[in-house]
């Protein structure tokens, strides 16, 4: 069974320093999407691409996060510089119409 | 933009015994309504859906049942298993794109 793909699946850094996430998503899946989700809460949409093109990045806090997806396949979500309030979990998803399948996130601690 | 609540927080039933999960959502251009069930430290899994022209979906001990008047629409699982503890999230969206989710009721099936 296809799955969507991310890495790393755990990573700590210190507050000021730089990280990046990576997300492979199923094959065919036109749709991106990148979530953060705090612990005790629902995932929050940060970025959707529809293939190599932002569709929504309303809530990206545009001077600290960015987003690319350049051959509208892989993707990548970069923190620079990171804070402590960053501590999430960023989930990605994707899908070909409606329903999204989400990989097992990353699990970012910032110190 | 959309709001979506979800009641209850938590909820614990008998091994057995029916869970009822209940969201309501703000925006009547909403379309899509999906459920999502999150095991510890893994990324949410779609369980079921339904559209804004259906009134109640099944799955085999799943159901889910949709009010577009009143703007709700409830998660019912029959036959609880201890394997169905988890957390489990709705979420709305309008034709795939900017999806809400609720924040989220953690169910505990006592054996």
């Known amino acids: 069974e296809a799955e969507v793909a991310q890495s790393p699946r755990y990573k700590i850094t210190e507050k000021s320093q730089a990280v990046a996430f990576w997300c492979d998503p199923i094959?065919?899946?036109?749709?991106l999407y990148w979530y953060r989700q705090i612990l005790g809460q629902g995932p929050e949409l940060l970025v959707q691409?529809?293939?190599?093109?932002?569709?929504?990045d309303s809530q990206l806090p545009k001077d600290r996060f960015s987003a690319e997806r350049l051959k509208g396949v892989d993707s990548t979500l970069k923190i620079q510089p990171a804070e402590l309030g960053d501590s999430a979990m960023y989930l990605c998803?994707?899908?070909?119409?409606?329903?999204?399948?989400f990989g097992p996130g990353t699990r970012l601690t910032v110190l | 933009g959309e709001n979506v609540e979800q009641h209850p927080s938590t909820l614990s039933v008998q091994e057995g015994d029916s869970a009822v999960i209940k969201c309501t959502y703000s925006?009547?251009?909403?379309?899509?309504f999906p459920w999502y069930k999150q095991e510890l430290g893994k990324g949410p899994q779609l369980i079921i859906d339904?559209?804004?022209?259906?009134g109640e979906k099944k799955d085999q001990r799943i159901a889910v049942t949709l009010n577009k008047t009143a703007k709700h629409f409830s998660l019912h699982i029959t036959e609880t298993q201890p394997e169905d503890s988890a957390v489990y999230f709705c979420?709305?969206?309008?034709?795939?794109?900017?999806?809400?989710f609720g924040p989220g009721t953690r169910l505990s099936v006592l054996p």
């Open positions: 691409f529809q293939d190599e093109s932002v569709v929504d």
């Open positions: 998803a994707s899908s070909l119409t409606h329903e999204q399948f």
């Open positions: 339904i559209r804004s022209n259906v």
């Open positions: 979420a709305a969206s309008n034709y795939g794109q900017n999806f809400v």
């Open positions: 094959s065919g899946h036109a749709t």
């Open positions: 925006d009547s251009a909403s379309n899509y």
